[in-house]
């Protein structure tokens, strides 16, 4: 068997960011399902997370499956799952307005939490924004009563734009920043990375310490900053948002990956 790159020596668990890493949209990146077996044939725990919170943590383990990487509903970690294991904890008897789309919806209920509807969004303790792509001035409105009634703001995420097929779309930034703009307010916390909730999150499921733990991803501001805050190894893939031109802007910063691969399937070879 050959060894893997010296990027992973010392490494005994990898958090694995999906989109941009393992697949663009619906197209996975070529060696990505090669290079998970591998991963696995080594000893090494994996899971696989994302900021996207609009897909239940269940639909993303199903589009890996199919995409021949096997993984269960326990190996995938979604901002959308950490904002609902955060409420739980902190506020289980909290009253939810939610901007955001039926995954996000889906994980908080899972979580036993309670959510209420547009016409009572003055009663919600937290507004919760996630990516929505079915924002419209309504459901706004509602964040806003709910806002100005004193509700805490959590942010999934703040990442402006996703790639696609038909280019670059608007992204979680986009129902924040609706928010923001009408209601004056920045959220009280964001969950999804860069922060170290769903870092931290991955390494307490891991059972891993930074220091053993490696982290794959496509962005420098999102990946490589939250692997950087929380002590881990980075590796950056060329296979998503970012190219060659990133990398050489931040070079020499602190900013600076780890480690710099075409994809996934070269961190093997
Ligand atoms: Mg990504």
Do not use: W
Request: aromatic content about 4%.
């Amino acid at each position: 068997m050959r060894k893997p790159s010296a990027a992973l020596d010392g490494i005994s668990a990898i958090l694995l960011d999906m989109d941009g890493v393992l697949y663009n949209g619906d197209r996975p990146v070529k060696g990505a399902a090669r290079a998970v077996e591998r991963f696995r044939d080594e000893g090494k725990k994996l899971i696989f997370f994302t900021n996207n919170s609009a897909y239940t943590r269940r639909e993303h383990a199903k589009k890996l499956t199919q995409m021949g990487i096997s993984a269960r509903e326990h190996n995938i970690v979604t901002s959308g799952y950490v904002t609902a294991v955060y409420l739980r904890k902190r506020s289980p008897h909290a009253k939810i307005y939610v901007v955001g789309e039926k995954g996000l919806k889906s994980e908080l209920r899972r979580a036993g939490l309670k959510l209420v509807s547009r016409k009572d969004a003055e009663k919600a303790t937290h507004v919760v924004a996630g990516l929505d792509r079915e924002l419209d001035y309504s459901k706004i409105a509602g964040g806003l009563r709910a806002l100005s009634a004193g509700a805490e703001f959590i942010a999934t995420n703040m990442d402006a734009a996703y790639p696609s097929d038909a280019g670059l779309l608007p992204g979680a930034g986009a129902t924040v920043g609706a928010l923001v703009g009408c209601a004056g307010r920045k959220p009280d916390l964001v969950t999804g990375k860069p922060s170290p909730h769903i870092i931290n999150m991955g390494l307490t499921l891991l059972n891993t310490k930074p220091s053993k733990t490696a982290i794959v991803g496509d962005r420098i501001d999102t990946d490589v900053e939250a692997g950087k805050k929380s002590g881990l190894r980075t590796i950056l893939v060329l296979s998503g948002v970012c190219t060659e031109k990133d990398v050489k802007k931040i070079g020499g910063t602190g900013m600076a990956p780890d480690f710099v691969f075409g994809s996934i399937g070269e961190v093997i070879n």
